[in-house]
């Protein structure tokens, strides 16, 4: 017999069971670190290829040109291989051939893919589970215009992502000049030392390269996990080394900027709204709140189309506080309250209200230390 059923239809004598499993509904599996990749490429163009490691890139997407001095036409797999040595384990990459410019936006090198043709490109990308986005071969000002149309496309069809851009400048002003404020873009500077398979020796790459470095790192690290203070791992050496004056200036307007300390670090994780001071300063609060809608969302949408009443809005608080739970848990937040009613309007209407009320987790980012002499 089916699992449901209405009174009005017994008729023949028999045992009747209808099951209500909405119960046993919970939130699945999140991706937070997958990277969403475009540029030029020899072959593979049109497709987004999944890349679980550089060598099955290399094969798709044919080896890289000599970096030149920016000369070469094919650097996705440049971009790619910077990932990968900085820690990324799950890429989406989509090549464009070169020769696909846009005559309304132009690209600044001859051949070279424009604004028009990256912004398609994302617009596939982001139809696949990608949590960061980067495009190394852009211009800064180019990527600021790309992202800053992709990522208000994407949170407005309810994805929520994040985009990592090198600054191509080479003084603090102009870095600083370069700043739109935007909580979901991060601007790191300054350009990086890396190994060159083609030229077999290390090479100085502007910062727009580092944006690939930054993403590896970062997608490496729960949405808790600050990159303040990490270690790019595949990155030799920057190619400028900032005073302390001119870190302060960089910092405080919204530059995520690289040390030489120790090896290649961090000095402070931030997106471009740290030079307004906003909520969102923070790359982790940024991650942690794009994890729980996220979150809330996998664990509500099985609801959609259930009864409306209080026996199944109170399996969907369970589902809810089951994943806010795991948070708190994983140290994510530090505490949390949730609540979900519906009036008898909104019963009418088909809408449930829940408030869910969050304190994401901060790192330490600076120790005041008083020192008593006695």
Excluded: C, H, W
Excluded at 214 to 236: C, D
């Amino acid at each position: 017999m089916a699992e449901t059923f209405t009174l009005s239809e017994l008729i023949i004598p028999g045992t009747y069971v209808r099951v209500s499993a909405e119960g046993l509904i919970s939130g699945g599996a999140i991706s937070t670190g997958n990277i969403g990749i475009v540029g030029t490429a020899r072959t593979g163009a049109g497709d987004t290829r999944i890349i679980s490691e550089y060598a099955y890139a290399r094969d798709v997407f044919g080896d890289y040109d000599a970096f030149a001095g920016g000369a070469g036409d094919f650097n996705l797999n440049r971009a790619i291989e910077l990932l990968y040595r900085n820690g990324a384990k799950t890429v989406f990459a989509r090549a464009l051939p070169v020769g696909t410019d846009d005559p309304a936006t132009p690209a600044k090198d001859e051949g070279q893919p424009g604004q028009a043709a990256y912004v398609a490109a994302f617009e596939e990308l982001i139809k696949e589970d990608v949590n960061i986005l980067v495009a190394p071969q852009l211009t800064t000002a180019d990527a600021l215009a790309v992202f800053g149309s992709v990522l208000e496309t994407a949170e407005g069809n309810g994805r929520d992502l994040m985009a990592v851009v090198g600054s191509d400048a080479s003084t603090v002003a102009a870095i600083n000049a370069q700043v739109a404020v935007n909580d979901r873009i991060v601007l790191v500077a300054p350009g990086i030392r890396a190994y060159d398979a083609i030229a077999e020796d290390a090479v100085d790459l502007p910062g727009t390269y580092t944006a690939a470095a930054f993403a590896g790192l970062l997608s490496t690290l729960s949405p808790q996990t600050s990159p303040t203070n990490k270690v790019l791992p595949g990155v030799g050496a920057v190619t400028r080394r900032f005073s302390y004056g001119e870190v302060k200036q960089l910092v405080a307007g919204g530059v995520t900027v690289l040390e030489q300390r120790g090896g290649v670090r961090v000095v402070r994780g931030i997106t471009t709204e740290m030079k307004d001071d906003g909520p969102f300063k923070q790359i982790t609060t940024r991650r942690i709140t794009d994890f729980a809608k996220a979150g809330i969302r996998k664990a509500a949408n099985p609801f959609i189309g259930r009864l409306n009443n209080q026996r199944v809005r109170a399996a969907l608080q369970g589902s809810i506080d089951g994943f806010l739970t795991t948070m708190l848990q994983d140290e994510a937040i530090t505490s949390y309250k949730l609540d979900v009613v519906a009036t008898r309007a909104d019963e009418i209407a088909g809408r449930v209200r829940v408030t869910a009320t969050v304190q994401p987790v901060f790192s330490i980012d600076f120790i005041a230390v008083t020192l008593v002499l006695e």
